[in-house]
C-alpha cells in the first residue's frame, strides 16, 4: 500500500484535525519532554474517539504499518517515541479526553486515555472522592500512559500503583478489534484476566482507549513530619513501628540521602534545612485520614517517642500547618531538578524487598565508590514499596563527558547488584526503548520467553510499538 | 506409553507416600466436600517438594496425561475434581505446607500451594501481623486453592481478593519448567506480569507451588453493628455515607434479606433476632482499626446518628463485646447452612455494580416470581464488593423434584439479569467445570477467543485441567 493512499484513507476516518504532517507540528511527538529520545514518524494521528482509533489501527494493521502509542510523552524510557526509521505512525491519544461517567456509589470513575492525570485528580476531588495516583508528571501525563506504565509515585505505599486502581479496561486489540473490558467489578472470576497483561505491557499489546478507575473517600486531616535518621535500617525499623500503629493512615514514606537534600538546598529557591546539624539520613511521613480533626499530630508524636527511644530516629519536626508540610514536601520533590545542576544524572529506579534496602544501599555505594571514586550518589525514593531512585553524579570538580562515558558501567554495577538482592532495575518507570536490553539480561530467560510468546499470539504481525519491552531480535 | 510405565516412573519420583492408588483411600481426592461433583482418577499423585511437582509434570507432558491440580477440595463449581474417564492424573498439592519465610520488615510471608489457609491466618498472627483473605472453607482451604480461584470472601471490602494480596509466584509449566517468579516486590514494571494470568486461571495454565503474600498490620479494636434498612437502597446510600467517614476502617459490610434471616433463626440452634419485629433488610458492618482503644462505637454511632436521620436505618444495635459481636456474625455466616434445611439451594454467585444493586435485586425478584411463583430467595452477600450470593429455595409446600428440575431456567433469568446490568455470573467462586458453558454464553466472544489463545500459547498440548473454564470444544 502506498504511503499517500494509507493517509488518505486515515485521513477520511479522523478527519484534517485528526492528522499532525507538518515538521514543525510534529516535533513535539517526536521527542520527550526531557528531549533524551527523538524519532522520525511517517505521520502523526490523533484519533478523537475508540472507533476511530479502532479504524487506525485497522488501516495500519492491513498496510503493514507500525504504530506507536502516544499519551503526555513524560515518560523516562522513551517508549512513547518512534524510531528513527521515519516509517512508523505516531498514534496520539491525547484528543479522547472525556471522563466518561463517575459512578459515587460504585466509588468507579470512567475515563478516556487522554485524559491529563491532573483532570482526573481534580474530576474525583470536586465529587468529594480522591484519585490517589501521584507523580511528578501529573500536570501532563495521561491516564492511558499512566495504565501502559503502570506508574506509581508517592502514594502507592496506602493505595497501590495504577494497576491497583484499575477495574476495567477498553482496548483495541493490533487488529482493530476492540475488547469492552470497560467493567466496574470488584469481583470477577469468570476466566483470565486479560486487563492485567495490557497494564504495563507499555502499548505492545494493544491500545488502552479507556478505563474504569477506583475512587477513594477523600481525607481531611493531615499530619507531616521530617526527621532525620542515622541509617537506612533505622528507617526501615521507622516504617515498619509507624504502620503497626498507623495502618493505612500512613500514606507517605519517601527516604532521602544527605547528598539529595544538599544538592536541595544549593540549588532550589527557597528551601532551607529544617532540622540543625547535617544527618545522614532523612525521611518524610504523612499520615492521612478521612476523619475530620483526627489527632494524627498525637499519633505521629506517640510514633516517633518511641523512635527516639530506640535510637531509630535522632531529630524531628513535625509541619504545624499545610505551608510547613508543602515546604517539606518541596525538599523531597526537588530533588530530580537539583541535580540536574550538578551535570548529568545518571538515574536508576530500583527496587527491592524493603528488608533489603541498607544492605542494598551498603553494598551498593561501596561497589561504586570502588569503581568510580568520588561519584556521588543521590539515593531517594519510596521507601515503603522498596523503590529508590539511586542516581549518580559526577565527582566533584569533574568534567561531564569522562563521567558521561562511564554510563554504562555504573548501570552494570547497579543492575548487578539489584539483581543479587532478587530486585527490579525498572520499579516504576517501564522499559521503553531505554531498558529492554538490561531487562532481557537480567530477567529469567524462561520469563522472557513467556513474555514474547504472549507478545507473538496478541500482536502476530508485530506492529504495535515494536522496539519497545523486548530486546531486539527478541519480540 | 504404558500406564504402568508411567505410575513406575511417578513413584520413582515422589515414592510410595507420595502415590495413591487404593480405591478407598482415592475417594476423597474424586470428589468435592459438598459431594457435588465426582470422577475418577488413573491415580493420585501427592509431591512433597517444587521439583518433584516439576518432574511429575513432566512425566505427565511426555506421556501425553492430563492432569487435575487440587488443593483442600472445597471449591463449589468442581474445578479440582477429575472427570469420569478415569485416565486423567489428580496431583494434589496437599503434601507442600512449608511456610518458607516470613519477612516481617518487607511485610511478606511465602508459603507453600499446600499450606491450608488458617494455618496462614495463625502464622500472620503469631508475627504480629493480619492476613486477611477469609472465608467459610478457610479451615481446610489451600493457599493454591485460594490463588487458582482468586478467591474473595469477607475481608475483599478492606484488602481486596486474593489476587490483590500477592506479590510473587512460583510456577511449574505446563511442560514440567518452573517459572521463579517467588518475588517480593511492591513495584516492578520489567514487562507483562505473569502472576495475574496464572491467579484465577483454576490450574488450566501451570500449576502454583508458592506464592509471596501481603502482610497487614493486626488490627486492636473492633466495633460490629447490626443494622435494619428499608430497602437495598438505604444500603448503598449507608455504605457510601460510613465509607466517606471510616475509608479503610471498614473491613465489613454484609447485607442478607429478611427471609435470609429467617431461615437462621429457624434452622440454626441458639441464634435469635438482635432486634424487634421483622426488617426488609439488614446489614452487618464492621469497623477495625490498629490503634488500641480506638473510639470505633462513637465513629459507628456518629454514622448510624445520620443514617437514622435520613431513614435508611429503621433500627440499630452496636455489640457490646466480643460476644456479641460473634453472635451477629454467626447470622451472617449460618445462612448458607440453613438454607440447606429448607430443600435443595440454587446457589448463584454473581456481581454488579454497587450502585446498581438495588435495581438488580428489584427486576430480579419480580422477574423469578412471575416466572416461578412462590420461590423463596435467599439473597445476600458482600454488599461493598457488589457480590450477591442469590440463592434460590423451593416454594413453601413444595416437593424438591419439580424445583429442582427448574434449576437451568432459574439461572437462566439471573443470569441474563446479571449480564443486562454489565456483571459477573462468577464473582469468587471461579467457572470450574459447573459455569464454563454460561460463561461462554454470557461473555464476550472476542474475550472468550483471546482467552483460547492464551490457553493454547500457554498449555499448547491441553494437558492442564482440561474441561474446566472453558467451554467444551472450545479450549
Redesign the interface.
Known amino acids: 500500500m502506498a504511503w499517500e493512499t494509507l493517509i488518505q484513507s486515515v485521513e477520511q476516518v479522523v478527519g484534517a484535525a485528526g492528522l499532525v504532517r507538518d515538521p514543525e507540528l510534529m516535533h513535539s511527538y517526536l521527542t520527550d519532554w526531557r528531549n533524551a529520545y527523538q524519532g522520525r514518524a511517517a505521520l502523526v494521528v490523533r484519533p478523537a474517539t475508540t472507533e476511530e482509533v479502532a479504524a487506525v489501527v485497522r488501516l495500519c494493521h492491513d498496510a503493514g504499518v507500525a504504530l506507536v502509542p502516544q499519551g503526555g510523552n513524560t515518560g523516562l524510557c522513551g517508549g512513547s517515541i518512534p524510531d528513527s526509521s521515519g516509517r512508523q505512525v505516531v498514534l496520539s491519544l491525547t484528543r479522547m479526553k472525556r471522563i466518561r461517567e463517575i459512578?459515587?456509589?460504585?466509588?468507579?470513575i470512567t475515563v478516556e486515555a487522554g485524559v491529563i492525570l491532573r483532570q482526573l485528580q481534580e474530576a474525583a476531588s470536586q465529587a468529594?472522592r480522591l484519585f490517589p495516583l501521584s507523580l511528578g508528571a501529573e500536570g501532563s501525563c495521561t491516564v492511558g500512559g499512566n495504565l501502559a506504565?503502570?506508574a506509581?509515585g508517592t502514594a502507592?505505599?496506602r493505595y497501590?500503583?495504577m494497576?491497583?486502581l484499575t477495574l476495567g479496561l477498553e482496548v483495541v486489540?493490533p487488529d482493530g478489534?476492540v475488547?469492552?473490558?470497560l467493567?466496574?467489578?470488584?469481583?470477577?472470576?469468570?476466566?483470565?484476566?486479560?486487563k492485567?497483561?495490557f497494564?504495563?505491557?507499555e502499548g505492545t499489546?494493544g491500545i488502552i482507549t479507556a478505563a474504569v478507575l477506583k475512587l477513594?473517600?477523600?481525607?481531611h486531616s493531615t499530619a507531616t513530619a521530617w526527621v532525620a535518621l542515622p541509617t537506612p535500617q533505622a528507617a526501615?525499623?521507622l516504617i515498619?513501628h509507624v504502620?503497626?500503629?498507623?495502618?493505612?493512615r500512613l500514606t507517605g514514606f519517601e527516604m532521602m540521602s544527605r547528598q539529595s537534600l544538599e544538592f536541595v538546598l544549593d540549588h532550589v529557591a527557597g528551601c532551607s534545612d529544617p532540622l540543625q546539624g547535617p544527618h545522614p539520613w532523612y525521611a518524610l511521613i504523612e499520615l492521612r485520614?478521612?476523619?475530620p480533626d483526627a489527632p494524627l499530630d498525637l499519633?505521629l508524636e506517640s510514633g516517633l517517642g518511641h523512635a527516639f527511644e530506640t535510637g531509630w530516629v535522632i531529630d524531628a519536626v513535625i509541619a504545624s500547618n499545610q505551608t510547613q508540610a508543602a515546604a517539606l514536601w518541596a525538599l523531597r520533590e526537588g530533588i530530580s531538578e537539583a541535580q540536574n545542576h550538578e551535570g548529568p544524572s545518571l538515574k536508576h529506579d530500583i527496587?527491592?524487598?524493603?528488608?533489603?534496602i541498607p544492605a542494598f544501599i551498603e553494598r551498593t555505594d561501596s561497589a561504586l565508590q570502588q569503581a568510580f571514586p568520588g561519584v556521588r550518589i543521590v539515593s531517594y525514593g519510596?521507601m515503603?514499596?522498596?523503590?529508590l531512585h539511586y542516581n549518580i553524579s559526577k565527582p566533584l570538580g569533574h568534567a561531564d563527558a569522562p563521567f558521561k562515558a562511564q554510563e554504562q558501567a555504573i548501570m552494570q554495577v547497579i543492575y548487578q547488584m539489584t539483581s543479587a538482592f532478587?530486585?527490579?532495575?525498572?520499579?516504576?518507570?517501564?522499559?521503553g526503548q531505554a531498558?529492554p536490553d538490561a531487562?532481557a539480561h537480567f530477567?529469567?530467560p524462561?520469563?522472557?520467553e513467556?513474555?514474547r510468546?504472549?507478545k507473538?499470539?496478541?500482536d502476530p504481525t508485530g506492529l504495535m510499538n515494536p522496539g519497545k519491552?523486548f530486546a531486539t531480535g527478541l519480540e
Not at 527496587?351 to 533489603?356: A, H, N, Y
Not at 515503603?384 to 523503590?387: E, I, Q, R
Not at 532478587?422 to 520499579?427: D, E, H, P, T
Request: with cysteine; charged share 25%.
Open positions: 459512578d459515587l456509589a460504585n466509588e468507579t468529594g506504565t503502570n506509581g502507592v505505599l497501590g500503583n494497576r491497583e486489540l478489534r475488547w469492552h473490558g467493567r466496574g467489578l470488584r469481583k470477577d472470576n469468570t476466566g483470565y484476566d486479560l492485567h497483561l497494564i504495563g505491557s499489546l477513594f473517600p477523600a481525607t526501615v525499623d515498619g504502620r503497626s500503629l498507623c495502618a493505612d485520614d478521612t476523619v499519633l527496587s527491592v524487598p524493603v528488608s533489603q519510596h515503603g514499596d522498596g523503590n532478587n530486585g527490579s532495575i525498572s520499579a516504576e518507570h517501564g522499559l531498558k531487562a530477567k529469567d524462561l520469563e522472557i513467556l513474555m510468546a504472549i507473538r499470539t496478541l519491552v
